[in-house]
């Protein structure tokens, strides 16, 4: 019997990547960063941002182009997204997504024991979700035929993420942000759903949830979200029993990474060397 190669990640190793897209679900397109070498590399699905309901899977590309250069097979998908499929058709999307990154790895040069989850905003808020519900009800809805992997995440990356669906409305209601005010209406549809779906609030319920080491990147300057929530959401998941990282990036503003430049760029730096302690 021949043993399953060892993925090996070097945050400081570089690579030549190759781009491609397909469709891994009836009408969604996901965006594949391969990294070109032997492998095995380990992998990531990305979630992009966009208050629930804007954008596509090119929203984090000088991230994805980074970190697939440095040896990690990238997957950003797109989903379902409001009006039409409110929450959590977004979050079924994405752990379907997982399970089938998971199915086909060895497609992509990849270990299934590696993948990982990454999101920017509301992308951040549905791929902690997900990760720390990967079995529930309401999100493992997709079948996947033949396959018994499931959702759950070896590690999370997230770029100043909602955390907290619910206090973020608050504090866009005080700010007079009338435009996050109504998307975030159009994909929750409620406050009651914007609790239960609230990775913050499972904290503070006391909820059993999967708790994958975590990593946050969050700009002082970011008008998008209260900052300090995202502080206190930190500080819950460590006291739950979760290992979480947050940096702080002083007057950065909502979004910072995906601007080129010396605090994108470090920010990338942190999360290659977070991927390494998580696979070590």
Known sequence: MTSKPTVVYNPEQRYQISVREFEYQEGLVARVYQPAGTGPFPAMVDVHGGVWSLNDRTANENMHRALAGSGIVIMAVDFRQPPEYPYPAQIADVNYATRWLKSKAVEFNADPDTVGGMGGSSGGHTIILSSMRPNHSAYNTI????????????????????????????????????????????????????NEGSPYQILKRGEPAVLPPLFIAQGTADTNLPVPVTEQFARDYRGAGGYVELELFEDMPHNFANVLGAESDRAVDLMRKFVARCLS
């Open 143 to 194: 079948e996947l035929p033949n396959s018994d992997f499931d959702a759950t995440l070896k590690y999370v990356i997230v770029g100043w993420p909602i955390v907290a669906p619910y206090e973020r409305y608050q504090y866009a209601q005080e700010t007079g942000n009338d435009r996050l005010v109504e998307l975030t209406d159009a994909y929750f549809s409620s406050v009651d759903a914007m």
